[in-house]
């Protein structure tokens, strides 16, 4: 028996349907269970979630659905509730809560939480990009470069460090063409 090649296109078409379609499913489950949880805890109502590990993860929630008013108000909380919490749990949560007031445009804010997660945990780099991308943000490109090239000191493979230093190199290495004022015509 001998497929055509009518035949094998179709072979083809259907494993790449399958293909796409497991992905599909997927990714519907995943928000599916998002939103579950997400409306596990609203229905729970914040003023009764204490446990600084269910805030972060109501928090996160919140910034997956772009929900960052919200979310800012339940990392705040996290951060009240987090007095007992190991150093790593508290400069996750300043993480959060500072990129939850950067997706605000509030970056002076997010700064100072990036910092305070980074006087706890120095070496995080995930801090430390998120405040470079705040400087960047307010067009202090100097010290975004600075605090790129940490995160490449910690993290030499760093993508995102790796990238936004070439691009912040060039535009801190920029010098405008002049020439044109002083030759040609006079």
Same mark, same amino acid.
């Given at each position: ?17 399958i ?22 805890? !609203? ?10 590990? !269910? ?6 929630i919140?910034?997956?659905k ?21 150093? !790593? ?12 007031y ?72 920029y010098?405008?063409?002049? !020439? ?7």
């Open positions: 028996m001998e497929i055509t090649s009518f035949q094998s296109y179709l072979l083809i078409l259907f494993i790449l349907l293909i796409i379609s497991f992905f599909v499913f997927k990714q519907f489950f995943k928000t599916r269970n998002e939103e579950i949880s997400l409306v596990q805890f !609203e229905q729970k109502g914040i003023e009764l979630l204490t446990a600084p590990q !269910e805030l972060y993860e109501f928090g996160s919140q910034i997956k772009r929900l960052y008013p919200q979310a800012t108000q339940t990392f705040l909380k996290a951060i009240k509730n987090s007095k007992d919490e190991p150093d !790593e749990g508290k400069a996750i949560i300043e993480n959060a809560l500072g990129f939850s950067a997706a605000q445009k509030e970056y002076k804010k997010a700064i100072k939480h990036y910092q305070i997660a980074l006087s706890t945990l120095p070496k995080y780099t995930v801090a430390l990009n998120n405040l470079a991308s705040a400087y960047q943000s307010l067009f202090n490109y100097n010290e975004a470069f600075k605090v790129y090239n940490k995160v490449l000191e910690i993290d030499p493979k760093n993508k995102t460090a790796l990238k936004k230093t070439k691009e912040l190199e060039k535009r801190i290495n010098k405008p063409f002049t !020439e044109s004022t002083t030759k040609g015509f006079e």
